[in-house]
Nanobody
Framework: QVQLVESGGGLVQAGGSLRLSCAAS????????MAWFRQAPGQERRLVSA???????YYADSVKGRFTISRDNAKSTVYLQMNSLKPEDTAVYYC?????????????????WGQGTQVTVSS
C-alpha cells in the first residue's frame, strides 16, 4: 500500500508561482511512475504532468514551458513547480502513482491517489 500526501497549494495572483509536493509512503517509490492531475469545477480530471521511474517526463500542452515536474527518490517525493500561473490553472491538483511502465495518460492506469490540494489563481 502506498499513501500519497500533497502539499503546497494555495491562493496566488496571476503570474505568480507555486510548488506542489507529494510525499509517498513505502519503500518502492523509485519503481513508480508519478503524475499530477487536476480537476476544475464541472470538468473531468486531466493529466497535467508525469514522470516515469526512468525520469521521462510529459507535460500537457497547456502547461508546457511553465510547469516542471521532478522527483527525489531519496525523499520519496515528487514536485510540480508551477510558474507564470494563469486563472485557468485554478483546480484541485492530485498526485497519483502507477506501477505501469512509461507514462500512462488514463486515470485508471494509476494505482494510488492523494487527497488533492487546491490551487487558486486570481486575475
Amino acid at each position: 500500500q502506498v499513501q500519497l500526501v500533497e502539499s503546497g497549494g494555495g491562493l496566488v495572483q496571476a503570474g505568480g508561482s507555486l510548488r506542489l509536493s507529494c510525499a509517498a509512503s513505502g519503500r518502492t517509490f523509485s519503481r513508480f511512475g508519478m503524475a499530477w492531475f487536476r480537476q476544475a469545477p464541472g470538468q473531468e480530471r486531466r493529466l497535467v504532468s508525469a514522470i516515469s521511474w526512468s525520469d521521462s517526463t510529459y507535460y500537457a500542452d497547456s502547461v508546457k514551458g511553465r510547469f516542471t515536474i521532478s522527483r527525489d527518490n531519496a525523499k520519496s517525493t515528487v514536485y510540480l513547480q508551477m510558474n507564470s500561473l494563469k486563472p485557468e490553472d485554478t483546480a484541485v491538483y492530485y498526485c497519483a502513482a502507477t506501477r505501469a511502465s512509461g507514462i500512462p495518460g488514463r486515470l485508471y492506469d494509476y494505482d494510488y491517489w492523494g487527497q488533492g490540494t487546491q490551487v487558486t489563481v486570481s486575475s
